[in-house]
């Protein structure tokens, strides 16, 4: 599916987007989620559940959210910014049941390859976090020689020095205890800002196969990304602009179940943008707004929502 038109822009590197999603707990036969509400924009994702627990007990179990994973190696030297590069909670998660907020513990930890390197990384005063940039700086220069060859013997700096490159992996998960009361609806609600990818896209890059399959742009939305680039400001170049926002839909297959209301709204930011996603059945909602619902949804792919405009403040680029 996929909706058009145009806006101004400016060439930036390009940054893969990082993949997140909703809740997780334990499976449970008795808890069901009656409905999901889910809504993508560029700078935030919102989702409000509504879980029922069909026993004749309270039940108490732990939900968690998983950060997605940031991996040095990979990351170290691209163009990716996090939205709160300054913080462990790098995407600003905050969580809220039954309108109270709930303060959720967050667990950190790094790994190089499978091994854990938690400890060896607080025992330096190191991040675990490989894009904490500021802090990771700070840190490593207040580390002295022996300490830096240490770091580098274990495979996780790239030098012996503070401009060196992180190589570990940061993982993180939000988590808490939840009690589900019996027989009758809770409302959780969850929002975030997502680590997404942008890219200069050319008309040859959108028409291949591979772009076109991972987005389901369809040949309106393939003229729509051409009518962009001929208003672009880098129309001399054949590019515009594009970001990615992804979500991890399937993470909803650990209730029991199917999801009884599902509603994925998805906001493009500006009514000169192009939006595509591989959903059927989209109708627009409003100037920016699409929106695909179901009932009794089994999730069965994820969402890499495309969207493509001249205008960098749009599309969250600074």
Known sequence: MAASLAAPAEANDSAAALDAGGLVLVRDPDITLASEDLRIGVDRIAVDYVFRNDAAAPKTLRVAFPLPPIDGAELSTSALGLPFADRANFVGFTV?????????????RAYLGTREVTGLLTRHGLPLNPLRRGDLDVALKRLAPPALQELVKAGLLTEPSASA???????????????????????VSHAYAPVKGNHLLA???AATPAYRARYCLDDAGLAGVR???????????????AVEVPYIVTTARNWAGRIGRFTL?????????????????????GATTFVWEAK???????????????????????
């Open 96 to 108: 809220t049941v039954d309108g109270a907020p709930v303060t959720p513990h967050l667990e950190e």
């Open 203 to 205: 008309a040859e890059e």
């Open 227 to 241: 009518r962009l680039i001929a208003a672009s400001p880098m129309k001399g170049q054949g590019l515009t602009r």
């Open 265 to 285: 709204t998805v906001d493009k930011g500006s009514p000169g943008a192009l939006v595509s996603f591989c959903r059927k059945g989209v109708r627009k909602a």
């Open 296 to 318: 009794d949804y089994v999730p069965d792919a994820d969402l890499r929502i495309l969207i493509v405009s001249n205008d960098d403040a749009s599309l969250g680029i600074r």
């Open 165 to 187: 490159d992180a190589l570990w992996r940061g993982e993180a998960k939000f988590h808490w205890e939840q009690t589900f009361p019996a027989g009758r609806a809770l409302r």
